[in-house]
């Protein structure tokens, strides 16, 4: 069972930085995709950004160009750097891992508020 502990979140004025981590309790050694979701109240669920063990990104249009999603390999861990933050970003962001013969894994969410 692979753990996602997820930090970073907070609150932030337009316009505003922030980063976000996510640390995975174990080496996964496969190929494999982690990335970023998020769920605003009353929204379902969606991609922001995910990144693969090979280092290619994919992410929502509103977000290109702001966003950046990397990741450290040695550390198990993902990042979202977030610039010029919009109020429409205040979601529950979530860290999902996946890939061929796994179950899919997700961390607790963090909240951005994007407010002044």
């Known amino acids: 069972q692979v753990h996602l502990v997820e930090s970073g979140g907070g609150l932030v004025q337009p316009g505003g930085s922030l980063r976000l981590s996510c640390a995975a309790s174990?080496?996964?050694?496969?190929?494999?995709?982690m990335g970023w979701y998020r769920q605003a109240p009353g929204k379902e669920r969606e991609l922001v950004a995910d990144?693969?063990?090979?280092?290619?990104?994919n992410y929502r249009d509103s977000v290109k160009g702001r966003f950046t999603v990397s990741r450290d390999n040695d550390k198990n861990t993902v990042y979202l750097q977030m610039n010029s933050l919009k109020p429409e970003d205040t979601a529950v962001y979530y860290c999902?891992?996946?890939?061929?013969?796994?179950?899919?894994?997700w961390g607790q969410g963090t909240q951005v508020t994007v407010s002044s």
């Open positions: 999902n891992l996946h890939g061929p013969g796994l179950p899919g894994y």
């Open positions: 174990e080496i996964i050694f496969s190929f494999n995709v």
């Open positions: 990144i693969s063990s090979g280092g290619s990104t």
